[in-house]
């Protein structure tokens, strides 16, 4: 018999693949919007558009010894989630009732994007030293699931 994926391990493995184009030094993330079994948008964690990347320059959160989890606003590079709803806005694409697979849990800055962003559902492999995201997910009625059993590659 034919071990098939389910759905969210399908989509979760094109995340980790997404990941791999990340110019993060900490963290190589990658996400990936679904809705109706289609991909609507992808994004990785990198700086902005025309901005040198950390793997070229370094990373000031390393240098500065900045644990994960903290100080969001010195990090260098738009986070995977992020890049991935600016993507759909971009080409005018909905992401209102998709559902976001990412490599890692959504910090709290991505947490407030993706409610606003209207996305009913986060699948995520990493946890994240956040719990207030997870509690804003709670809060607002975005289905959370942790696929804990899956074996991360990038």
């Known amino acids: 018999m034919i071990d098939r994926p389910s759905i969210d391990e399908y989509f979760i493995e094109i995340a980790s693949v997404v990941a791999k184009r990340s110019t993060c030094i900490r963290n190589r993330v990658g996400a990936v919007i679904v809705r109706d079994k289609r991909i609507i948008s992808t994004g990785y964690n990198g700086a902005p558009s025309n901005m040198q990347h950390c793997l070229d320059i370094g990373c000031i959160r390393q240098q500065q010894n ?64 956040d719990n207030d995201a997870i509690d804003f997910f709670k809060d607002s009625g975005v289905e959370v699931v942790q696929m804990s059993s899956f074996l991360q590659t990038p």
């Open 66 to 129: 900045i644990e994960s989890g903290t100080r969001h606003e010195k990090c260098r590079a738009v986070h995977a989630e992020q890049n991935a709803i600016i993507q759909a806005a971009l080409h005018g694409v909905v992401t209102e009732g998709a559902t976001l697979y990412c490599t890692h849990q959504p910090c709290i800055l991505c947490a407030k994007m993706i409610i606003n962003a209207k996305i009913k559902r986060v699948v995520y492999v990493t946890p994240y030293p």
